[in-house]
């Protein structure tokens, strides 16, 4: 099966610029997630979504960060204004709903953001 | 909250020695707890996993890890290392009742030498 697919694999950005990034799960992947990995550090769950509505967003920070799946599908995440602590990789993930929590989760290459 | 501790940021190990990662988490209920591997600048790819049974799980490439309840420990284990064993690991918990999202550790750079 193919794999999660994200968009862009590198962007470059000054501060107090935007930058959106995509992420599409696996095919019937009910849940999907966005996580926060800043270097020398594990990933950070940033926001979750079951089909199209938000289980958890309780560390996004909502005054820059925004993210929406409207169609239950592929989801896009967004940064505006950028800072330079945003600088990290973006990773997405999916999993069935049976598989969520039991760690059948399925990782995206990530997007590496720089801001300078 | 869960929380998960990763007791050494860096191991360094010659070819084909027995390594040993270290996990600690801490949490008030009952966890599930995975090993992940991460290549330079690749997304993550899971090692091994603990939901229930028996407390040594077997993992890909060789890997194995322990679930210690008394001890609230995980340990990855590898009897042999390869060159190509050098990445990232990271020891991860989630609770199904909290959703299933993963509460990850720092993280261990693992660096086997020749």
């Not at chain 1, 009910?30 to 926001?47: D, E, N, R, S």
């Not at chain 2, 909250?1 to 009952?30: H, I, M």
């Not at chain 2, 790819?45 to 210690?68: D, M, P, R």
Request: hydrophobic share 35%.
């Amino acid at each position: 099966e193919a794999g999660v697919a994200q968009s862009p694999r590198y962007k470059i950005i000054e501060k107090r610029q935007s930058v959106a990034f995509w992420c599409n799960p696996i095919s019937g992947h009910a849940t999907l997630y966005w996580y926060q990995q800043i270097l020398g550090q594990g990933p950070k769950l940033l926001i979750q979504f079951q089909n199209n509505g938000v289980v958890d967003d309780s560390q996004l920070p909502k005054d820059r960060f925004s993210a929406e799946r409207l169609k239950g599908v592929d989801s896009t995440l967004k940064i505006q204004p950028a800072k330079l602590e945003d600088s990290a990789v973006y990773l997405c993930a999916s999993s069935s709903s049976s598989d969520r929590g039991r760690g059948g989760y399925t990782f995206g290459s990530g997007t590496r953001l720089t801001v300078v | 909250a869960q929380s998960v501790t990763q007791l050494d940021s860096q191991v360094p190990v010659f070819e084909e020695a027995p390594v040993e990662l270290r996990c600690n988490y801490s949490s008030s209920v009952s966890v599930y707890l995975f090993w992940y591997v991460q290549y330079p600048n690749q997304g993550l790819q899971l090692l091994l996993k603990y939901l229930s049974g028996s407390t040594l799980v077997k993992g890909i490439n060789g890997f194995e890890a322990e679930f210690n309840k008394s001890q609230t420990s995980f340990h990855l284990r590898k009897p042999s290392v390869h060159i190509s064993d050098t990445a990232e690991y990271f020891c991860a918990v989630s609770d199904s009742g909290q959703g299933g999202k993963l509460i990850f550790g720092q993280g261990t750079e693992l660096s086997v030498k020749p």
